[in-house]
């Protein structure tokens, strides 16, 4: 799947790179509405520039609605709006193709929010085997976690870091950008809170996921989670595995097998079906699921917390 992506974004990039050389190109400082134009790689990074750019800004997604972002492909159009932007905000090493993009079209432009995240080795992702190996899944210790989001503290020193940036490109609207920034913080502190107090009387310490990306959560506030795949959720988890985590779910008595709107739930069904516990959305907030949703990442991560509470018995 990686090469055949790195080829498409190879492609594009060529292409999108001839079609500038031929019109000339313009900078985002030569918008017509004279805002910033700013890039959002997937939509936790897209909400942020969203809310704390307000009016000031002009935001483009890389990753549509119902597009799981792991394995996006840009189209050439795509890798034209990354070379013309003021702004991108990305996190290095999550979307190869956008990594990509941004090397060879966008460096000055480029903005990398892993540092402001700072990644852990959560010891989260693990390695799938072939049809037939006995072999458990190794997980790798040393990969770094990039869902970061779902972790409002790191989450909240994403948008700081956003923020600065966005009033370091465009100074004349910094005070806008700096307001702004100070409600969103408020409104992540509060959910922070929440969570705290939501998830800090529980019957059940343990929640099952389809894939792992909820550990950074998990450690914040004292849970522990066990995923059926690792950082790729649509990885197929072999036979081993899968028995791995029906006798975590026997052994500990887990009510709900948790799974999310981009990705098949069909594994996650299986499992519960065998082992007869329930099932529910658990959203990692890697993408909204409808372009005309309500939803945003304050009300998903609400929804996610009212899930966790029921599954696990919380008062």
Not at 101 to 109: F, G, H, L, M, Y
């Amino acid at each position: 799947m990686r090469s055949s992506l790195r080829a498409v974004v190879s492609g594009a990039t060529a292409l999108a790179a001839l079609t500038l050389a031929g019109c000339g190109g313009s900078s985002a400082s030569d918008s017509a509405d004279g805002k910033l134009d700013v890039v959002a790689s997937f939509y936790p990074l897209e909400f942020i520039a969203r809310t704390v750019g307000g009016d000031a800004v002009n935001v483009t997604t890389l990753t549509a609605p119902g597009v799981e972002p792991h394995d996006l492909e840009l189209t050439p159009k795509q890798v034209g709006t990354i070379a013309q932007a003021k702004l991108v905000v990305y996190e290095k090493d999550l979307q190869p193709a956008v990594d990509e993009a941004i090397d060879q079209n966008a460096k000055d432009a480029g903005f990398d929010v892993a540092p402001a995240a700072k990644l852990e080795a959560t010891g989260a992702d693990f390695e799938e085997h072939e049809a037939g190996d006995a072999a458990p899944a190794a997980h790798h210790d040393d990969a770094l976690d990039p869902h970061f989001w779902l972790d409002p503290v790191r989450y909240g020193d994403v948008v700081k870091a956003v923020e600065e940036k966005m009033a370091a490109t465009d100074p004349a609207n910094a005070e806008g950008y700096h307001t702004r920034a100070k409600t969103l913080l408020g409104e992540i502190g509060k959910l922070d809170t929440e969570y705290k107090t939501g998830l800090a009387n529980c019957k059940l310490k343990t929640f099952v996921t389809s894939h792992e990306a909820f550990a950074y959560l998990a450690k914040r506030y004292g849970l522990t989670m066990v995923g059926i795949a690792g950082f790729t959720p649509d990885a197929e988890p072999t036979p081993t595995r899968i028995k791995e985590v029906q006798d975590i779910v026997k052994a500990q008595h887990v009510t709900t097998i948790f799974y999310e709107e981009l990705v098949s739930p069909k594994v996650a069904d299986t499992i519960a079906r065998d082992v007869g516990v329930k099932t529910a959305v658990l959203s990692p907030i890697e993408g909204l699921s409808d372009a005309n949703s309500q939803e945003t990442y304050l009300t998903l991560m609400r929804e996610n917390l009212q899930e966790l509470q029921k599954a696990n018995g919380c008062s």
